[in-house]
């Protein structure tokens, strides 16, 4: 078409100049949008929706934004029939999900990374360890794309090497999630899931979550159980791609991990008749119960005659709890039952860049890394030891540091002034001596330290450099374990970029060094995982390790003291 014959046809929108760019220069334009800008192109007209649907090139230019390793985005395409909107539509879908989460419990630290796979997110738990060349790190949960790049199909990891636990991600996924549940749904052959999980009371949605993965447990093949989950190298693409498809078969011939309800209500029927059969004990602590049996058989009726009046008032269900929803009515929405996990964006109370969790809920909390950027240059994730000179991973001649994962953010105080805060997310001691989620130091941005570093010289019998240091306060006994104290201090900033926070009246210091995690995780060991409920969030209050760790260890270095 020429000039003459586009402006003899009158007025010519827009949409069809676009239709007549050749697709290369789509793609280089492309490259300049975001995901949305094409979509909001689409949705112009229907010419533009099939030009823009079709255009592989222009949804390839957004994958290598999003996917920058050219080996990776031509196996996932592959995977996909060679569509890159498939793959770029997991790409934006999964990108929420993907960061740090965290959950109180156990009080050493409970922090999950969520990874890009294999067309896929990989959540896997880094394990409270000592300082080593490998860091130790758990599965937690998968999440595959199906064949439109949507982010459905979930297996949940736990118990054994081999074992997974299908499922599905709730399509309500939020963009701009913090908290990751994993609950229950229900569904009939003609509907699509539903839920009302977190109506049910503790107990119910325990002993259901328990149920489910006891009924829906997959034993993977010896070839795909010793599989990688991400890749290391482009070596690991073609035998990823072997395993997404044979993982896939799985959770089609699974039925999604859908369990008939006639199935989990037996299955919750034997859990209570188990947990109401009484063990064996003595004959002497059995004379003796009855003995007590019988006093409590005089108080128990007196109770009952005190409170009979107000309980006929009142239903059964009403009596108990009236805001739960009955278990056998959530049952009875659907003719089957499977796990799910869902993204929400919840309103969370936050303090220094920690938010406060609930201890009754199977949920994940995401935690804000922030970026680094002039002014705020040591935001984000650090790791390091206690004691100087500061510990090696190569090191073995100084065994039993143990390491410790901070979360470096800036806040501003009541007056206005920055701050950075540093807050534990994970420790390597035996057991705990800080909660989860306390401020391990905090410095005054705009105050320079007068304090002096004590050494002056490092690991490597280097000089020791200062390059800015800053005033502030560390964490030391307070009232208790729950309410830490604080004590002056200083951080100071080496010539090799390492951070040392140095607390004034013992000299006790705490050397920190920045951490890429991912790279971390894919080149550190994988050891065996909780069973799958516990694995995903550990709801028991505990003050140890409770996590797997790799065979032959057995201890863990003694906790430091600062003070």
Request: proline share 7%; net charge positive.
């Amino acid at each position: 078409m020429t000039s003459d014959e586009v402006a003899g046809d009158g007025e010519v929108d827009g949409a069809e100049l676009i239709l007549l760019l050749p697709e290369d220069v789509l793609g280089l334009i492309s490259a300049h949008l975001r995901p949305r800008d094409l979509l909001a192109l689409s949705a112009a007209s229907r010419s533009l929706r099939n030009a823009v649907s079709t255009a592989d090139k222009a949804w390839l230019a957004q994958c290598r934004r999003l996917l920058p390793t050219a080996s990776h985005l031509l196996a996932w395409r592959a995977a996909l029939a060679h569509s890159s909107l498939a793959v770029c539509r997991f790409l934006h879908s999964a990108a929420p999900l993907l960061g740090l989460w965290a959950h109180q419990n156990p009080e050493l630290g409970n922090l999950v990374l969520a990874l890009p796979g294999f067309l896929s997110l990989v959540a896997v738990r880094s394990i409270p360890q000592e300082l080593s060349p490998r860091l130790l790190w758990a599965p937690v949960f998968e999440l595959l794309a199906d064949h439109r790049g949507h982010p459905a199909f979930l297996f949940l990891h736990g118990a054994a090497h081999d074992s997974l636990f299908p499922g599905l991600l709730a399509s309500s996924l939020h963009p701009l999630a913090n908290t990751l549940f994993l609950e229950a749904h229900t569904s009939t052959s003609t509907s699509t899931p539903a839920s009302h999980f977190s109506r049910l009371a503790f107990a119910d949605r325990r002993h259901l979550l328990n149920a489910l993965v006891a009924a829906s447990r997959l034993t993977l093949p010896p070839d795909i159980a010793t599989a990688p989950l991400f890749a290391r190298s482009d070596a690991d693409l073609p035998l990823l791609a072997a395993r997404r498809e044979a993982m896939l078969r799985l959770h089609s011939q699974s039925g999604g991990g859908m369990v008939r309800r006639t199935e989990i209500e037996a299955l919750l029927i034997g859990a209570r008749k188990t947990a109401a059969a009484p063990a064996d004990t003595a004959g002497d602590k059995m004379r003796l119960r009855r003995s007590f049996s019988v006093v409590a058989g005089f108080v128990r009726n007196s109770l009952r005659q005190m409170v009979a009046r107000s309980a006929s008032a009142n239903s059964r269900a009403e009596y108990a709890h009236p805001k739960h929803l009955p278990l056998d009515e959530f049952l009875r929405a659907g003719e089957s039952v499977g796990l799910s996990l869902r993204g929400a964006r919840m309103r969370l109370s936050i303090y220094r860049n920690w938010p406060s969790m609930h201890d009754n809920r199977f949920v994940l909390y995401k935690l804000t890394t922030q970026a680094p950027m002039p002014g705020r240059e040591y935001a984000g994730l650090w790791g390091g030891t206690f004691g100087w000179p500061p510990g090696r991973p190569e090191d073995e001649r100084k065994p039993g540091k143990a390491l410790f994962f901070l979360l470096l953010s800036y806040e501003e105080d009541s007056e206005g002034k920055l701050q950075l805060i540093a807050t534990k997310v994970l420790e390597g001691t035996h057991y705990v001596v800080h909660p989860n989620g306390s401020s391990m130091f905090i410095v005054r941005v705009g105050e320079p330290s007068a304090e002096t570093f004590p050494w002056q010289t490092d690991e490597e019998s280097r000089a020791v450099e200062i390059k800015r240091s800053f005033a502030g306060e560390g964490i030391a006994t307070g009232y208790g374990f729950r309410y830490p104290g604080s004590k002056p201090g200083s951080l100071f900033v080496l010539q090799d970029g390492r951070l040392a926070f140095v607390w004034r009246e013992n000299k006790a210091v705490l050397t920190l060094q920045r951490l890429d995690l991912e790279d971390m995780i894919r080149r550190g060991e994988r050891v065996p995982a909780l069973p799958p409920i516990p694995n995903f969030a550990y709801l028991t209050k505990s003050y140890s390790n409770v996590f797997a760790v790799a065979p032959g260890s057995t201890s863990f270095p003694a906790s430091p003291r600062y003070f």
